[in-house]
């Protein structure tokens, strides 16, 4: 590589560094995918669950060239959203829901686009004949094994991206460019013999290490899945109503994350820092789209929400939320309205029992039939 590549490569980091990105590498678009055949396997598992995009995708998921043909360097950037406080210390609270670090503040994916849209015109700015394109979460792309073979980590035992300097906190972005830039020395596996997050998992999402079944998998079912969430799941989600946090968190590498390299777009939110299921189960479409209004939670839609929300209560123990639930019981959206009937069954088994009498004495829909076999 020449040393007119080398200069432009520092001088993109440093200007990545001045738009906020705090982790920066250059993956060659034509090495050998070895994640490739990994993806393979779990898709052929069934591991992928609802996210059948996941499979409709393979094929241009598999390599940087199978999604563009003229793509000849990868520049991944990476984003802190280091907690300043632990993210397990509302375990312990059931009357609020924990929502995961990275949803509490503004939407990443608006937040590292605006970012890489500006050094994408910086770097047409510097080579005018590049071509490029910029992804962030929403394009067939292996954000996290491009990150490993562009230096910015590895991927953990818990599937993520492992950072030394940042632990397990990175939000990725990358840049498909046509120039040939010089290539970053790939990231090495530092996880060792360590298998806190596999041991953290409230649900025993990780088969072996290095691999997820998502549909197992806490973030996956109060996130992804639309449908009931299966009830094998619902009491280890705990007070959970969007993501999980906790093999991320127990990460020893962690201990070299420091918070105060957060981006300020990621602090939280007052309002998702430690929301009362209370309020939670109050929400109507239009209070949830006002309040989750710039946040990825919003994507979810209210009914999710609400679905994990009543999970949650379920769990509680709180015979204060009873009022809510039953109400939530004649709610227009089926999902909600099973959900409701298993926090019932929960928080007061007899007055479950005497409300689905009532509703099985007026009801022939096979579909109300089923929310109550809970």
Same mark, same amino acid.
């Given at each position: 590589?020449?040393?007119?590549?080398?200069?432009?490569?520092?001088?993109?980091?440093?200007?990545?560094?001045?738009?906020?990105?705090?982790?920066?590498?250059?993956?060659?678009?034509?090495?050998?995918?070895?994640?490739?055949?990994?993806?393979?396997?779990?898709?052929?598992?069934?591991?992928?669950?609802?996210?059948?995009?996941?499979?409709?995708?393979?094929?241009?998921?598999?390599?940087?060239?199978?999604?563009?043909?003229?793509?000849?360097?990868?520049?991944?950037?990476?984003?802190?959203?280091?907690?300043?406080?632990?993210?397990?210390?509302?375990?312990?609270?059931?009357?609020?829901?924990?929502?995961?670090?990275?949803?509490?503040?503004?939407?990443?994916?608006?937040?590292?686009?605006?970012?890489?849209?500006?050094?994408?015109?910086?770097?047409?700015?510097?080579?005018?004949?590049?071509?490029?394109?910029?992804?962030?979460?929403?394009?067939?792309?292996?954000?996290?094994?491009?990150?490993?073979?562009?230096?910015?980590?590895?991927?953990?035992?818990?599937?993520?991206?492992?950072?030394?300097?940042?632990?397990?906190?990175?939000?990725?972005?990358?840049?498909?460019?046509?120039?040939?830039?010089?290539?970053?020395?790939?990231?090495?596996?530092?996880?060792?013999?360590?298998?806190?997050?596999?041991?953290?998992?409230?649900?025993?999402?990780?088969?072996?290490?290095?691999?997820?079944?998502?549909?197992?998998?806490?973030?996956?079912?109060?996130?992804?899945?639309?449908?009931?969430?299966?009830?094998?799941?619902?009491?280890?989600?705990?007070?959970?109503?969007?993501?999980?946090?906790?093999?991320?968190?127990?990460?020893?590498?962690?201990?070299?994350?420091?918070?105060?390299?957060? !981006?300020?777009?990621? !602090?939280?939110?007052?309002?998702?820092?430690?929301?009362?299921?209370?309020?939670?189960?109050?929400?109507?479409?239009?209070?949830?789209?006002?309040?989750?209004?710039?946040?990825?939670?919003?994507?979810?839609?209210?009914?999710?929400?609400?679905?994990?929300?009543?999970?949650?209560?379920?769990?509680?123990?709180?015979?204060?939320?009873?009022?809510?639930?039953?109400?939530?019981?004649?709610?227009?959206?089926?999902?909600?309205?099973?959900?409701?009937?298993?926090?019932?069954?929960?928080?007061?088994?007899?007055?479950?029992?005497?409300?689905?009498?009532?509703?099985?004495?007026?009801?022939?829909?096979?579909?109300?039939?089923?929310e109550w076999a809970v």
């Amino acid at each position: 590589m020449t040393s007119g590549n080398n200069r432009l490569n520092d001088a993109l980091e440093a200007e990545a560094k001045r738009l906020g990105f705090v982790a920066f590498g250059v993956a060659d678009a034509g090495a050998a995918p070895k994640t490739a055949s990994r993806l393979r396997a779990w898709l052929e598992q069934g591991r992928h669950g609802d996210m059948i995009w996941m499979a409709e995708t393979e094929e241009r998921r598999a390599s940087p060239r199978a999604l563009w043909q003229d793509v000849r360097s990868v520049v991944m950037l990476g984003v802190s959203y280091a907690p300043g406080e632990d993210p397990l210390r509302l375990a312990d609270e059931p009357e609020v829901g924990r929502i995961s670090v990275y949803a509490q503040g503004k939407d990443y994916h608006d937040v590292v686009k605006k970012r890489l849209k500006a050094l994408a015109r910086w770097l047409v700015a510097e080579a005018p004949d590049t071509q490029l394109k910029v992804f962030v979460d929403t394009a067939p792309v292996m954000e996290k094994p491009l990150a490993e073979a562009a230096g910015l980590g590895w991927q953990g035992k818990h599937s993520n991206l492992v950072s030394r300097e940042h632990g397990s906190w990175l939000l990725l972005g990358a840049i498909y460019t046509t120039l040939e830039l010089a290539p970053s020395e790939p990231g090495q596996d530092r996880c060792g013999s360590c298998n806190a997050c596999q041991s953290a998992c409230p649900t025993a999402a990780f088969p072996a290490p290095y691999q997820l079944d998502a549909r197992r998998c806490i973030s996956y079912l109060t996130i992804e899945h639309a449908g009931p969430i299966p009830a094998e799941f619902r009491e280890a989600i705990g007070n959970r109503i969007y993501g999980c946090d906790d093999c991320l968190a127990v990460c020893p590498w962690n201990k070299f994350a420091d918070s105060g390299g957060r !981006d300020p777009a990621f !602090d939280p939110r007052a309002e998702l820092a430690a929301p009362e299921l209370a309020d939670l189960l109050a929400l109507e479409d239009a209070g949830f789209r006002e309040i989750l209004s710039g946040s990825p939670i919003k994507r979810i839609g209210r009914d999710r929400m609400v679905r994990n929300a009543l999970i949650a209560a379920g769990n509680s123990a709180d015979e204060r939320l009873l009022p809510q639930v039953m109400a939530l019981l004649d709610d227009p959206a089926p999902v909600v309205r099973g959900a409701a009937a298993w926090a019932l069954l929960r928080l007061d088994p007899e007055r479950f029992a005497e409300a689905r009498t009532r509703r099985m004495a007026v009801e022939t829909e096979p579909l109300v039939l089923r929310e109550w076999a809970v």
